[in-house]
């Protein structure tokens, strides 16, 4: 595997929750989810709510997982870990969007060729909104 593709190892996928990094896309960045199931694999999922898109399931700190599930915290939608289909909640039945990730090692790589793994962490969103690099201060 190539080294600029290693993204953690699986040890530091915890059982109870989530890890996160980021991808770019081409020039735009997206967040994954790695999540590790009950037989040791991990799976990859882009970090947002199939109901909002705009909704992360992880937001920076670790995503809720409870029964094997990930948690929408805003709208308490449970996606199962092995699959991500939506078993509850108001997008039932969807399914999150995968990434592709192999282990190799004890190590997972990012292996989705839509993909290039950035960093381990949050997107560094920028909110041109609120005191961005311009500011547009009038009268």
């Known amino acids: 595997m190539d080294a600029d593709s290693r993204v953690t190892t699986v ?13 770019m896309e081409g020039f735009d960045e997206r ?22 898109t705009d909704v992360r399931l992880d937001k920076g700190s670790g995503g809720t997982v409870r029964d094997d599930e990930l948690v929408c915290t805003r709208h308490a939608a449970t996606f199962r870990k092995d699959d991500g289909v ?16 192999t282990v190799e090692d004890g190590a997972v790589y990012l292996t989705d060729d839509d993909y290039r793994f950035d960093h381990v962490g949050q997107a560094s969103d920028i909110d041109l909104s609120s005191g961005g690099r311009i500011g547009f201060d009038g009268p």
Do not use: I, M
């Open 86 to 101: 939506c078993t509850h909640g108001p997008c039932e039945g969807a399914v999150l969007e995968t990434v592709d990730v």
């Open 11 to 23: 040890s530091e996928v915890p059982e109870d929750g989530t890890f996160l990094f980021t991808v």
């Open 31 to 52: 967040e994954v989810v790695l999540t590790k199931l009950t037989d040791g694999t991990v799976e990859a999922y882009l970090n947002y709510c199939q109901h909002w």
